[in-house]
Nanobody, 124 residues
Framework: QDQLVESGGGLVQAGGSLRLSCEAS????????MGWFRQAPGKEREFVAT????????YYTDSVKGRFTISRDNAKNTVSLQMNLVKPEDTAVYYC?????????????????WGQGTQVTVSA
């Protein structure tokens, strides 16, 4: 069974840091582009970051550039999102995603696999 399982969410104060992890299992995800989306209450799903299968290409939404870093370890089938200098507006459920396509910002419906999500809450 192909699965993406997120971990690392929680409550953090504004200005703090949090590291999200996603473990992929089932098929070989090392040749998939991976990424993160988030969804805040009452808002649409929002692209956060994506990384190519090789790790050489990375894209971020403007609001997290310079604060968040996406990385992957194909040997461990994991992708991570290091979140620094977090803000209350980063509060959302964060989802790990995967696609066989190229790694670039694309609509949520173009991703083939989704995790169950992990809650991140940033207090002011």
């Amino acid at each position: 069974q192909d699965q993406l399982v997120e971990s690392g969410g929680g409550l953090v104060q504004a200005g703090g840091s949090l590291r999200l992890s996603c473990e992929a299992s089932g098929r070989n995800f090392s040749n998939y582009a991976m990424g993160w989306f988030r969804q805040a209450p009452g808002k649409e799903r929002e692209f956060v970051a994506t990384i190519s299968w090789s790790g050489n290409s990375k894209y971020y939404t403007d609001s997290v550039k310079g604060r968040f870093t996406i990385s992957r370890d194909n040997a461990k089938n994991t992708v991570s999102l290091q979140m620094n200098l977090v803000k209350p507006e980063d509060t959302a459920v964060y989802y790990c995603v995967a696609t066989l396509g190229l790694a670039y910002p694309k609509p949520w419906y173009e991703y083939d696999f989704w995790g169950q999500g992990t809650q991140v809450t940033v207090s002011a």
